[in-house]
């Protein structure tokens, strides 16, 4: 049974053939009849919407289960939870607390149901699938195998979103800066690792602690809020640290002159990103919530074995 839980742990050939899924021609018979579940430890606009719209417009339906119905670990173990689900669907698309979940939930079922990761801790990569799509569509008329020698920055807080997107981008070629100060900056290690991708055939990854030196001349300017779930009790110090770090106009006007601006979302306007910069012409970060369906429809069809 197949899994997308990182970018890392996905061989070239079915990445591009998940890129390629998102966006063909669509049979909206592949799941009819099909359920998957959808279990959210943490609260979601865009992943839980484009998940169930994917589901849908490939035949099936989909059932959402939130923390308080099930209580990983608290309320039942993640194991029982599931092997129940593993007694009704095939597949399980989840946003969880703890990466870990993961490799016990396979294990107790005994890899016969397929898990979809939505976000953890360690990693995002259907977002990152997403994000390739929506500068593919920008720089490349769609072709993701086209974008090697692009500039991407990365600024502020380096997240798991972060090591997803810096991860899928190196393996194509393109040149990842991370620009973030200390304390926040990526770390070396991990399932979800650009460290590893950045020899060889792969993009070069470059930290500094400078946004200025991140965004000079690149091609897209990519930024996470400051102050993510769980982080709120640190929102003063994080404020205080990554000031600097905020996308404003002026810092845009250092990227390249088509330079594009891209956000996860959900923003926080005025911490890591200004009204002016988001709301630009050159934002695109409602052709990123257009392609987290996409992202997740290619990965189902990808699991369901689906090929072009």
Not at 165 to 179: E, I, P, Q
Not at 208 to 226: F, H, L, M, R
Request: charged share 25%.
């Amino acid at each position: 049974m197949k899994h997308l839980l990182t970018i890392a742990e996905l061989d070239q050939a079915d990445l591009e053939d998940i890129y390629s899924l998102a966006v063909a021609p669509i049979d909206d018979e592949l799941l009819r009849g099909q359920g998957v579940a959808l279990v959210f430890e943490r609260p979601s606009l865009r992943t839980r919407a484009s998940s169930s719209s994917a589901v849908h417009e490939l035949g099936g339906y989909v059932t959402f289960f939130g923390d308080e119905e099930i209580g990983l670990d608290t309320r039942e173990s993640a194991e029982d939870v599931a092997r129940t689900l593993e007694q009704m669907f095939s597949i399980a698309a989840m946003r969880l607390k703890s990466h870990s979940c993961f490799a016990r939930m396979d294990a107790a079922t005994g890899g016969r149901m397929s898990l979809i990761n939505l976000l953890s801790e360690v990693s995002h990569p259907t977002q990152a699938i997403a994000d390739v799509l929506t500068i593919a569509e920008k720089f490349s008329k769609g072709n993701v195998n086209d974008l090697r020698g692009l500039e991407v920055a990365y600024v502020g807080d380096a997240t798991n979103v972060t090591r997803s997107l810096a991860v899928a981008l190196l393996r194509l070629g393109v040149n990842v800066r991370v620009g973030a100060p200390n304390g926040y900056q990526l770390q070396p290690g991990g399932l979800e690792n650009p460290a590893a991708f950045s020899t060889g055939e792969y993009g070069k990854l470059t930290l500094t602690s400078s946004a200025t030196e991140a965004v000079s001349g690149a091609n897209v300017v990519y930024t996470d809020a400051w102050i993510s779930m769980g982080a709120e009790a640190q929102a003063k110090e994080r404020r205080k640290k990554l000031k600097s770090f905020r996308v404003t106009e002026e810092l845009m006007s250092q990227a390249d002159k088509h330079a594009i601006f891209m956000h996860c979302l959900p923003a926080h306007r005025g911490d890591e990103v200004v009204d002016e910069v988001l709301d630009a012409e050159y934002s695109k970060v409602w052709t990123e919530v257009k392609h987290r369906r996409s992202a997740m429809i290619g990965a189902l069809r990808w699991l369901k074995g689906e090929t072009l």
